[in-house]
């Protein structure tokens, strides 16, 4: 049986069933498209641009760009995350001016992120201690910052509500508990959200239906819990229900999730009311948005997805009798993803007739494990040659001890050599993130670029840093 899983992929159910991580095997098939890079579109950052043959972003020349600075690297197009963040600010604003963009920190942190995304009017999703910490550093207004997580330790709770935050995001009747406690001793009453499982997940298969009310996140409607704990949350002592909040899955192309999602939400809220009196703040729909990975992905544009999450909300809202509530989204990959590109050296190249033609990269799975953790897809061209039409099937792989080591698999590209600088678009997102530094590879450094101007905004990390903490 096939299944749209939620990376918006088909596949067959059971295929990596007790896999060990290896690649899938190469459709020999497949054609290369012939394309240049100018000519892939929405996988483009912004200020993509080829001037003699070599790819620019940020009007900063990427093969000097990586001279410099060395591969792996990270690099952002600054005009293109801003754009992005101003996008979400107008969109929403325009349908719902009672809203609220939070930028979901998960997807891409650092300082400078933050500090642009406080610039640009973003609220900020964080999600643990560490998150909360790199909001903290640079001054991130905390009354701003919504603090998630199924498990917030004692600390990371305790850290969040003795520096201000917002909002906290229950996601357990335990977790209430600790809540009310903690607010208690520091003498605050703390504002919440409580995380709902609403059952609708970014497909309407049946078989995912069921399967997304298995979840390890928030209150379960299955029962009527959720709606039970309400009064829980009511009677706590020194704990404000604000609101509500759900978070339906990632890469969601199907805009009518996001609609069936706020219809649950917005019934929910008006069976609050009914029974507990309640006319809440807050409604959080999470995140979600998809984005252009391939040449072949086609997103709903952040207008349309303010538009239908604005209507479902005012639509419902008429429907059920209640107060329009403020209304909260948490973007991350759809601010984040399209804004960067890893930028390798081209190394190592074998073919093996009839298999597939490796080409392997300065990187891999320690800067992007998407590819061997999702069989992810992504763009790549050869920043050198980015003029010319992409006339093989390639599959970029890294330098790591492991089979499944791969960041683009079977993809188009030009004719690669040695001394080559592969880019890989669309990286912006849970690379970073997510990286480690497997087989003591140092984490990449990460460039913004803009205007001509590259600056670096983290440092590569060196192998000193890596064993600094070994005692
Ligand atoms: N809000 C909550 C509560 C979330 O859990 C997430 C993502 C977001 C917002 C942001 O969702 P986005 O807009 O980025 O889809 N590692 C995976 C993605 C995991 C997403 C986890 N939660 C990947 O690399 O595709």
Do not use: W
């Not at 690649?23 to 000519?39: H, N, R, V």
């Not at 039970?228 to 704990?239: F, G, I, K, M, Q």
């Not at 392997?360 to 320690?366: F, L």
């Amino acid at each position: 049986m096939k299944f749209a899983n939620r990376f918006g992929n088909f596949t067959e159910v059971g295929e990596k069933k007790g896999a060990a991580m290896s690649l899938p095997k190469s459709d020999l098939t497949k054609q290369a498209d012939g394309l240049t890079t100018m000519e892939l579109g929405a996988v483009l950052p912004k200020t993509a641009a080829v001037e003699g043959g070599h790819l620019h972003i940020g009007g900063v020349d990427m093969v000097e760009l990586a001279r410099e600075q060395g591969t792996a690297l990270y690099v952002f197009d600054e005009a293109d995350l801003r754009d992005r963040m101003e996008q979400y600010r107008e969109a929403f604003s325009e349908v719902y001016p009672n809203s609220e963009v939070l930028y979901a920190s998960k997807a891409f942190l650092n300082k400078e992120v933050l500090r642009i995304a406080a610039e640009e009017g973003m609220c900020l999703d964080v999600s643990g201690g560490g998150e909360l910490y790199c909001a903290r550093m640079v001054d991130f207004p905390m009354e701003r910052v919504f603090m998630h997580g199924n498990y917030k330790t004692e600390r990371e709770l305790r850290e969040a509500m003795a520096a201000g935050v917002g909002r906290i995001v229950l996601d357990t009747r335990i977790e209430l508990g600790r809540v009310s406690r903690i607010a208690g001793e520091l003498g605050i009453t703390q504002k919440v959200l409580m995380r709902i499982t609403p059952g609708v997940e970014a497909d309407t298969h049946e078989y995912i239906k069921t399967g997304c009310e298995d979840s390890k996140f928030g209150f379960t409607m299955l029962g009527d819990f959720a709606f039970n704990c309400v009064e829980d949350v009511l009677a706590a002592p020194n704990v404000d229900l604000a609101g509500f909040h759900c978070h339906i899955g990632s890469q969601i192309f199907a805009l009518h999730s996001f609609r069936e999602a706020v219809q649950v939400m917005v019934e929910f809220v008006a069976r609050v009311k009914e029974r507990y009196g309640l006319e809440v703040e807050d409604l959080d729909m999470g995140g979600g948005l998809g984005i252009a990975y391939t040449t072949a992905d086609r997103p709903s544009s952040i207008y349309e997805f303010a538009e239908c999450t604005a209507s479902a909300v005012k639509e419902f809202c008429a429907e059920y009798g209640v107060k329009e509530p403020r209304l909260l989204v948490e973007p991350g990959r759809s601010l984040v993803a399209n804004a960067g590109v890893t930028l390798y050296t081209i190394g190592i190249m074998k073919t093996l007739p009839d298999i597939r033609k490796y080409v392997a990269v300065d990187g891999g799975m320690s800067d992007n494990i998407r590819t061997a953790l999702y069989h992810a897809e992504y763009e790549a061209v050869i920043a050198n040659k980015a003029d010319e039409p992409r006339t093989e099937i390639v599959t970029l792989c890294g330098k790591h001890c492991e089979s499944g080591d791969a960041v683009v698999l079977d993809g188009s590209l030009q004719h690669p050599e040695l001394g080559d600088i592969a880019c890989v678009f669309g990286t912006g997102a849970y690379c970073y993130t997510m990286s480690s530094s497997y087989n003591g590879q140092p984490r990449p450094a990460i460039v913004f670029v803009k205007d001509g101007q590259a600056r670096v905004v983290t440092r590569r990390e060196t192998y000193e840093d890596l064993f600094d903490r070994d005692l």
